[in-house]
């Protein structure tokens, strides 16, 4: 069990740029999820995948942002036209399963738009 | 939509001092409750949880019981070391989500 990884640790960009983020989970770790912390805050929801298939997205996940888990396992957070208030950290956790299932975070991408 | 509150910190003890940390929260249903920890540098990590009333969960000397009666889950632990420097998230999951608190920062002086 080599835990939850994501690539890149820290990505620096300028606004309007586009920056993809990867996730890969646990293996055989079926759900995974995407959550934003920005600086003295507690993770925010984004999004929610079981396998392939996107099941739950938060209201904050405006248009620009995309994310995919093409093969159910690894998966890609894209963001478009990147704005200053999207700099923050975007971490990555993947359960088992759901209900009490506890959720198993990544180190986090930090990502910076000048 | 579920909320967690938290006690605002940063919390500063001297080590072997006695801790407490609050957190109440709103959730529909019936929740799961977790603490996770965020060590400085670090990813977060689980430390308890606790999935039905009255359970308590424990890790590490911390502890937190469920009650759902107050809807709270206070995170205690007897004698607080160095070591356990870091930031503190209170965070109920209500179907497939974790809803996370502020954080709360403890600082543990020699």
């Known amino acids: 069990d080599t835990g939850v990884s994501q690539d890149p640790r820290h990505k620096i960009t300028k606004r309007g740029q586009n920056v993809t983020f990867r996730c890969d989970p646990i293996s055989e770790h079926n759900r995974l999820y995407w959550y934003r912390q920005t600086l003295g805050q507690g993770p925010e929801f984004l999004t929610y995948f079981q396998n392939e298939a996107q099941l739950e997205k938060s209201r904050l996940l405006s248009d620009r942002f995309s994310a995919e888990r093409p093969k159910g396992s690894f998966s890609t957070l894209e963001i478009q036209r990147t704005e200053q208030g999207d700099s923050a950290m975007y971490l990555c956790a993947s359960s088992p399963r759901t209900g009490t299932d506890t959720q198993y975070f990544g180190p986090g991408t930090r990502l910076t738009v000048l | 939509g579920n909320s967690v509150t938290q006690m605002e910190g940063p919390v500063t003890l001297s080590e072997e001092a006695f801790l407490t940390i609050n957190c109440t929260y709103t959730?529909?249903?019936?929740?799961?409750l977790f603490w996770y920890v965020q060590y400085p540098g670090e990813g977060l990590q689980l430390l308890l949880k606790?999935?039905?009333?009255?359970d308590k969960g424990s890790n590490k000397g911390f502890e937190a019981t469920y009650r759902k009666e107050t809807t709270s889950f206070h995170l205690e632990k007897g004698s607080v070391q160095v070591s356990d420097s870091a930031v503190y998230f209170c965070a109920p999951q209500a179907g497939n989500m974790l809803t996370f608190g502020g954080g709360t920062r403890l600082m543990v002086k020699p």
């Open positions: 959730a529909t249903g019936y929740p799961s």
């Open positions: 606790a999935t039905k009333a009255d």
